[in-house]
């Protein structure tokens, strides 16, 4: 019955889409991106301020320079995602009431990919460093491959499947 419902209400939502000028396309995508980009922020925000906070306990001090190096290239990660995120709004404040919407609904769209890419190596180098620190076991590897395997297929390869599969040409 949801699946029913969900596919009402999305004919319903392209039917609408079909009738709408180029601005009021831009402006229904950039609330879209805006709404999407929500998500993301508050993730990445809090994974990177959880990440800012290793530093300074009495533990980091103790790892050994590999562990190091991969805390730095994570801080470093996910200060490059929080950017690529929150660039979007940054974007559309210098731009706005210039009448380029259009323009910066792709531009905002690029760097919340590109800000998507960077929290996956994000979340994969911390992943990395929290299970070598916490087991020190040679199938760490193997979790943080397996679990990057189930973020590209969740982030990526399903979406990309769904809109091959489901795309209309008009």
Known sequence: MPDAIAERDENQNEDENQNENEKERADRQWQELIQEIRVAQTGV????????????TPLFHDLPQTDRTIYIVTVVLGSLATGALI?????????????IKREAVAWASRLTFVGLVLLLATCTAALLLVLRVATHDALVPWLVAGVVAWYLLCWF????????????EK
């Open 157 to 168: 390869a399903l979406p990309l499947w769904a809109r091959v599969r489901y795309t209309v």
């Open 45 to 56: 925000q809090i994974l990177f301020g959880f990440l800012l906070t290793v530093v300074f």
């Open 87 to 99: 660039g979007p709004v940054a974007f559309h404040r210098v731009v706005s009431g210039r009448q």
